[in-house]
């Protein structure tokens, strides 16, 4: 197979990816860059399993001329335009961006894979078919301010759902996925809490001191002291 190692640099020009398929790493934790178009129909793989190939590899083109399937062994894809072909992500390995994949998206095989998701930001990453296998975690990089819902991936059809997703980095919100028909979003709750002091005098989202509900006191909830 061909191969193109990027260390903190990019390239600008179109890549082809020959129907033997291809390699594309970003070594030892560095990142690399492709923001012209990604051509082709073969395999391509991004941070092959050998160790040190485990950077951040940044698609910014225009890639519906990829047909592949393009599979992520570790490390980090950004993906932030459309890919003509499909994406499988691996256990561990993570997907970031707010592209559209028009083939297959699927995060993780066993355990899961991870999600980088700017909850600041209105787009989601797009997926025509989207499979999630595991239980993959999503990582918001900003939490909305104000609390609200953040679409973390939209999709035509989906195997698998919001069993298959874990949050992490955000113990100190009440969130639940919500699956809509088309997207899968988180929602950021906020209720009313009264103060009972009933273990301690810890006001927070683990200690049961509250008279409401979970009895827990969450960012963004409102309180009563009588």
Known sequence: LGALRLENNSVSGNVTVASAGARLLAYSGSTGTISGGLLGSGNLEINSPAANHNGTITLSGFNEGYTGTMTVAQGRLNLNDRLGGSVSVSDGATLG?????????TLGSTTGANL???????PAMLAENLV??????????????PLASVKILEFTNLTG???????????AYRTAFVNTGTSIDLNFITESRTWAGTVDGNWNSSTLNWVEGDKKFFTGDS???N
């Open 161 to 171: 759902g919001i069993a298959n997703l874990q949050t992490s980095g955000t113990s």
């Open 116 to 122: 980088r998701v700017n909850g600041s930001t209105a």
């Open 223 to 225: 309180v009563v002291f």
């Open 132 to 145: 999630l296998n595991g239980v993959s975690t999503v990582f918001l990089d900003t939490i909305p301010s």
């Open 97 to 105: 961006g707010e592209g559209e994949v028009q083939g297959t998206l």
